[in-house]
């Protein structure tokens, strides 16, 4: 690799290197180094069990050091945490060689390197469990220094880095020095994982749906597009994974679900990504009534198994999971909070209440849409507790069962948490002859200049027409339910690699150029 573009320090650690190889030291050893503890299992169980902690091996990385000149306190971090260690050069070398600790330790390994240590727990005299090193190996030279910016009074160091750029191109720093992000995302699999527990405990079959599709079905948003070479015809990501789950209820399953990584090619911000995680799951024989009550009691256990409370922070606010959750029909939500009664107007009367609250429309915006604006605008973020918003308008859910009672409706919620969407659900429409005329319908808005409506899906179409129990089916966003339950405002927090735009790295030279 060229040293062009090298930092000082990047150019020092590479002489580092050769000096270690020059020592016969394999900076990136190949061989098993064998570990019998980790930080908190130390930090939480030494003091209950002193006579286990007498000959530990453990593994992890520098990330401060305080010399003593014949002695040194440092800090190593694995998986778990931080514990310090306490390394005499007497301990690790013989009388003969005090290479390895003078030579190797003190000048040629820095903080960020991997190092596996033997050695005894102990308590010092300032009462911190300690390590006292018998033994050390480099496992893997950092060629990189970490960003350690602050260091206090007693000379320790402490790693801070807040710019988002860095953070979320450099994810793997930011894991290494903020170890909050850490616990976001340990977090964010103790969600998955309670939701998966509940819905296996519940009876339904944990599927995998097609993400290259031939129709981008399932939800209105504009699709990625690619080319597919052998089979020369366009391809998709999906937007949604709802209608082939659909088929699998038509096939005989009665409750089936998927973690789906789903794809739309729209805006970003900070709480959308182009790419993002949803949880589908639907069953037979069920309504959007059952639905309420399951996923209320669904979230409730979320937060109890996560908290062992259902009351949560979320900034300055405290969210309570507690079912049951207030529920609002979207109608009566708009005339709340606008004061405009719009269940018997049509579209023209619709663009006029857009007008007056000054609400920016499309001539390509069906009433569907022109209503949707208005609720995203005026009403959404003002539920701030769990709230199921109902009985959608049907031009605004073309996948949706109509209302058994109330004509121009139909049989929908969305979970409105913090002021934003986190879950959309049905009574899953299973007329094929309603749903062919409402796909007609999308297509009708798509020669609008609608780049988001449905396409026609005539193998969907002839699964239904074999026969689809009633069903119910629900969609939860599973980034900003994550968002929601750790606190944090921005999407890009909660995932691990978030999309930005290419940067120039250390070659020069853009990526893809």
């Given amino acids: 690799m060229s040293t062009l573009h090298l930092s000082e320090q990047e150019l020092l650690r590479r002489h580092k290197l050769i000096e270690l190889q020059q020592l016969g030291i394999n900076p990136y050893p190949a061989e098993e180094f064998k570990i019998n503890a980790n930080a908190l299992d130390i930090k939480e169980n030494y003091d209950r069990d002193k006579l286990n902690y007498k000959d530990i091996s453990i593994a992890g990385r520098i990330m401060s050091v305080r010399d003593m000149g014949k002695a040194c306190f440092a800090v190593i ?105 850490r616990d976001t995302f340990k977090k964010r699999s103790q969600i998955i994982n309670s939701i998966r527990t509940t819905l296996n405990n519940s009876g339904l079959l944990e599927v995998e749906t097609p993400i290259l599709q031939s129709i981008p079905g399932g939800a209105t948003a504009r699709p990625f597009i690619t080319h597919h070479n052998a089979l020369n015809m366009p391809l998709y990501l999906r937007v949604a994974n709802e209608l082939y789950l659909k088929r699998l209820i038509v096939g005989g399953f009665e409750g089936v679900f998927e973690f789906a990584k789903d794809f739309r090619n729209e805006g970003m911000d900070r ?43 979320v900034g300055d606010k405290k969210i309570d999971f507690k079912a049951p959750f207030k529920r609002v029909t979207m109608y009566q939500a708009i005339k709340d909070h606008t004061g405009y009664d719009i269940s018997t107007m049509d579209e023209n009367g619709l663009r006029d209440v857009c007008k007056q609250l000054n609400i920016h429309t499309e001539a390509s915006m069906g009433k569907g849409k022109l209503i949707d604006e208005i609720f995203g605008a005026k009403c959404e973020g003002n539920y701030i507790q769990p709230t199921f918003i109902t009985d959608y308008p049907i031009e605004m859910s073309p996948l949706t069962k109509k209302h058994r009672t109330v004509e121009g409706l139909v049989e929908r919620f969305e979970l409105m948490v913090n002021g934003k969407e986190i879950a959309n659900a049905y009574s899953e429409l299973n007329d094929p002859i309603d749903q062919r005329a409402r796909f007609e319908d999308q297509l009708a808005l798509q020669q609008r200049g609608d780049d988001e409506a449905m396409f026609i899906d005539n193998d969907f179409l002839r699964a239904l027409e074999y026969g689809m129990p009633p069903t119910a089916g629900i969609g939860i966003g599973i980034d900003r339910l994550t968002m929601l339950l750790t606190n944090n405002v921005a999407i890009q927090e909660v995932l691990f690699f978030p999309q930005m735009r290419p940067e120039a790295i250390a070659s020069g030279v853009e990526p893809n150029s």
Wanted: hydrophobic share 35%.
């Fill in 77 to 181: 971090q694995d998986a778990t945490g931080r514990v310090q260690i306490y390394i005499r050069r007497d301990d690790i070398c013989t009388e003969e060689d005090k290479t390895l600790y003078d030579v190797v330790f003190k000048k040629l390994i820095d903080i960020g390197d991997i190092i596996g240590i033997q050695g005894y727990v102990f308590t010092t005299k300032v009462g911190e469990i300690s390590i006292h090193v018998t033994g050390l190996k480099l496992l893997s030279k950092a060629l990189k220094p970490l960003p350690i910016v602050k260091t206090d009074d007693s000379g320790n160091s402490f790693d801070e880095v807040s710019d988002p750029e860095f953070r979320y191109r450099q994810r793997y720093v930011d894991l290494i020095i903020n170890p909050q992000v």
């Fill in 271 to 313: 709480t959308h990504n182009p790419e993002f995680t949803v949880l589908e799951f639907y069953v037979a024989y069920k309504d959007y009534n059952w639905m309420m009550t399951f996923s209320e009691n669904l979230l409730e256990k979320v937060t109890m198994d996560l908290y062992e409370q259902t009351e949560v922070t």
